[in-house]
T-cell receptor
Framework: KAGVTQTPRYLIKTRGQQVTLSCSPISGHRSVSWYQQTPGQGLQFLFEYFSETQRNKGNFPGRFSGRQFSNSRSEMNVSTLELGDSALYLC????????????FGPGTRLTVL | QKEVEQDPGPLSVPEGAIVSLNCTYSNSAFQYFMWYRQYSRKGPELLMYTYSSGNKEDGRFTAQVDKSSKYISLFIRDSQPSDSATYLCAFMNYGGSQGNLIFGKGTKLSVKP
């Protein structure tokens, strides 16, 4: 069974631009969560989607948004990029409930210059 | 008081040593307790998952939860160089739709041959 895949793996953007990251969950998984990982703050929860609906949201500004498609694939978007948005963005999928085991993808490394 | 505290290390041990990794937490509502391992440039990988106080063993790994002290531990027996990674404790408060993982900042472990 294929694992969680994320594209692209690396991305370089400049301040003010916007970026879209993609996540394909494990087949059969309907819940997709997004996390931001930085050396200073560690892993922080961004949001979770289930059946195309945002089910839970972390404490991030509105510049961070996401969506989920009918095939459970998910995208997250960051608008008006800031230097502090440089991070590893991780996607995790689970079957139904968030309490089910979450499997992480390899992440997208975003660098904002 | 921080919700989760984890010593960042780094922790360096010789091959074959017993490793003890710990986290403390303050939120009594946490119901699920996890340990993830993250290799460099990879996403976190679930090692252990428990939802009760006590010990859970899986091969060379033992997870210990003490809810009364709000303290969890991961023990690695007969440590190997391949165990060199960052270990993250994670917690979940699952109630209705409000489930998401709260992570410690990770302990970087190096096992020397």
């Amino acid at each position: 069974k294929a694992g969680v895949t994320q594209t692209p793996r690396y991305l370089i953007k400049t301040r003010g631009q916007q970026v879209t990251l993609s996540c394909s969950p494990i087949s059969g998984h309907r819940s997709v969560s997004w996390y931001q990982q930085t050396p200073g703050q560690g892993l922080q929860f961004l949001f979770e989607y289930f059946s195309e609906t945002q089910r839970n949201k972390g404490n991030f500004p509105g510049r961070f948004s996401g969506r989920q498609f009918s095939n459970s694939r998910s995208e997250m978007n960051v608008s008006t990029l800031e230097l502090g948005d440089s991070a590893l963005y991780l996607c995790a999928s689970s079957r139904e409930r968030t309490a089910d085991t979450q499997y992480f993808g390899p992440g997208t490394r975003l660098t904002v210059l | 008081q921080k919700e989760v505290e984890q010593d960042p290390g780094p922790l360096s041990v010789p091959e074959g040593a017993i490793v003890s990794l710990n986290c403390t937490y303050s939120n009594s509502a946490f119901q699920y307790f996890m340990w993830y391992r993250q290799y460099s440039r990879k996403g976190p990988e679930l090692l252990m998952y428990t939802y009760s106080s006590g010990n859970k063993e899986d091969g060379r790994f033992t997870a210990q939860v003490d809810k009364s002290s709000k303290y969890i531990s991961l023990f690695i027996r007969d440590s190997q160089p391949s165990d060199s990674a960052t270990y993250l404790c994670a917690f979940m408060n699952y109630g209705g739709s409000q489930g998401n993982l709260i992570f410690g900042k990770g302990t970087k472990l190096s096992v020397k041959p």
